[in-house]
Each structure stands twice: as structure tokens, then as C-alpha cells.
């Protein structure tokens, strides 16, 4: 046998076994992998895999995991008093998750500054409350723009306003906030969190 006849079967012999191994690979971890990840996700955390969607008379009405905004009917940009509000939002023209992000602005910078004293002027003539009242996370975004919860400070000084406009009592819907507040993860990372459409959920389910 020649030496190109030895050399040409020595590369088909490798080439046979790196396909081979190709094909395993793929099979593997493009095949196998993913429906042994997705068989488990769908099984022990179905609703997270999903998006979180949450649901309202029979049908979604959006996700645990982002925000949105609750404004009077036909007038974008202005809050509805009859709900519970979010935090504000600088993605695109709020809550748009192609444009997710934060204002970039330092805390020094003076445009941030009078931004937040105007918001705080706001939610404080809008909650009924003195300035003081209002919390930071009622007058600054989240760097994602499109954070799901508040503080419960900030759903504290919503109630009286949101059950006035339900004619609903203030003690009613303190409850009701109560119950939808979610302690520090593991009992001691981050803090209280109120998720605000699951808590407006609730809401809407009750009488007024």
C-alpha cells in the first residue's frame, strides 16, 4: 500500500470519527439537553418559565415579572385613582420593554433632581399626603424601567386614596396589601416588596 493510500485512509478515519462525534454532540446538546431543561422547567416551575403570567377574569392581563401602568382609560400618563400605582418608569415612554433602561442621570444632576421634587409634588397632591409622606421609590425608576413591585411604604399611602375611589374601607384594602407583601428573600436579602398588579388583581375582585 502506498503512503498517499495510508495518508487518504488516515483522514477518512478521523474525519468518520470527528462527524461521529459531531453528530453525538448535537444530539446531545442540541436535542437532548434542551428538552431535559425545558421538560423540567415546565414541570416544577411552569408559571416562571412561562413569563409569570397572571391572570384576570379568564384571561392574562400581564406578567408578575414587569411592570405597567394604570391610567385612566384614554388618557395615557394619567393615573387612574382607583388603582394601586407603580414606581415611575424611563423606559421609552413607560414600561415598553423594547426600551428597557434608566435615565442614565446622575444624582447629582440637577434635571434628576428637579425631575424628583416634580414627582414627589405629584404622587404627594395625588395620595392626599405631605412630601415628606413620599417615599423614593414613588419618585425614581428602576435601572430596568420596568420593575413589578413597590415598597410598602409607597402602597401605604395609596390606600386611602384607592379605597375612597372604590368606596371600599381604608381597612378593607390595607388588607388586601398586607397580604400581598412579600417579605426579604430568604429572610434577610433585599427588602418588603409589593407586587402591584397582582395586589391590583385582588383588587378588582373585591367589592365596592
Same mark, same amino acid.
Given at each position: 500500500?502506498?503512503?498517499?493510500? &495510508?495518508?487518504?485512509?488516515?483522514?477518512?478515519?478521523?474525519?468518520?470519527?470527528? @462527524?461521529?462525534?459531531?453528530?453525538?454532540?448535537?444530539?446531545?446538546?442540541?436535542?437532548? *439537553?434542551?428538552?431535559?431543561? @425545558?421538560?423540567?422547567?415546565?414541570?416544577? $416551575? #411552569?408559571?416562571?418559565?412561562?413569563?409569570?403570567?397572571?391572570?384576570?377574569?379568564?384571561?392574562?392581563?400581564?406578567?408578575?415579572?414587569?411592570? &405597567?401602568?394604570?391610567?385612566?382609560?384614554?388618557?395615557?400618563?394619567?393615573?387612574?385613582?382607583?388603582?394601586?400605582?407603580?414606581?415611575?418608569?424611563?423606559?421609552?415612554?413607560? *414600561?415598553?420593554?423594547?426600551?428597557?433602561?434608566?435615565?442614565?442621570l446622575g444624582p447629582t444632576n440637577p434635571?434628576?433632581?428637579?425631575?424628583?421634587?416634580?414627582?414627589?409634588? &405629584?404622587?404627594?397632591? $395625588?395620595?392626599?399626603?405631605?412630601?415628606s409622606q413620599v417615599p423614593p421609590d414613588?419618585?425614581?425608576?428602576?435601572?430596568?424601567?420596568?420593575?413589578?413591585?413597590?415598597?410598602?411604604? *409607597?402602597?401605604?399611602?395609596?390606600?386611602?386614596?384607592?379605597?375612597?375611589?372604590?368606596?371600599?374601607?381604608?381597612?378593607?384594602?390595607?388588607?388586601?396589601?398586607?397580604? #400581598?407583601?412579600?417579605?426579604? &428573600?430568604?429572610? $434577610?436579602?433585599?427588602?418588603?416588596?409589593?407586587?402591584?398588579?397582582?395586589?391590583?388583581?385582588?383588587?378588582?375582585?373585591?367589592?365596592?
Open positions: 500500500m502506498s503512503l498517499s493510500s &495510508q495518508s487518504l485512509r488516515g483522514t477518512l478515519r478521523v474525519t468518520w470519527a470527528a @462527524f461521529r462525534a459531531l453528530l453525538v454532540l448535537t444530539v446531545v446538546t442540541g436535542v437532548i *439537553y434542551p428538552l431535559a431543561v @425545558f421538560g423540567v422547567a415546565q414541570t416544577a $416551575f #411552569h408559571s416562571g418559565a412561562n413569563g409569570s403570567p397572571v391572570r384576570a377574569d379568564g384571561r392574562v392581563v400581564g406578567s408578575a415579572l414587569l411592570g &405597567q401602568s394604570f391610567d385612566l382609560p384614554g388618557k395615557p400618563g394619567t393615573p387612574d385613582p382607583q388603582w394601586f400605582q407603580p414606581r415611575p418608569s424611563a423606559a421609552g415612554t413607560g *414600561y415598553d420593554t423594547r426600551a428597557s433602561g434608566a435615565s442614565n434635571a434628576l433632581t428637579k425631575l424628583i421634587d416634580s414627582r414627589r409634588a &405629584q404622587v404627594a397632591a $395625588f395620595n392626599h399626603v405631605a412630601p414613588a419618585v425614581t425608576a428602576s435601572g430596568s424601567g420596568l420593575d413589578p413591585d413597590i415598597s410598602p411604604a *409607597y402602597a401605604k399611602i395609596q390606600v386611602d386614596r384607592v379605597a375612597a375611589a372604590r368606596h371600599l374601607s381604608p381597612a378593607e384594602v390595607a388588607h388586601l396589601v398586607a397580604a #400581598h407583601t412579600d417579605g426579604r &428573600q430568604l429572610g $434577610f436579602m433585599g427588602e418588603p416588596t409589593v407586587n402591584v398588579l397582582q395586589l391590583n388583581v385582588a383588587l378588582n375582585a373585591l367589592k365596592g
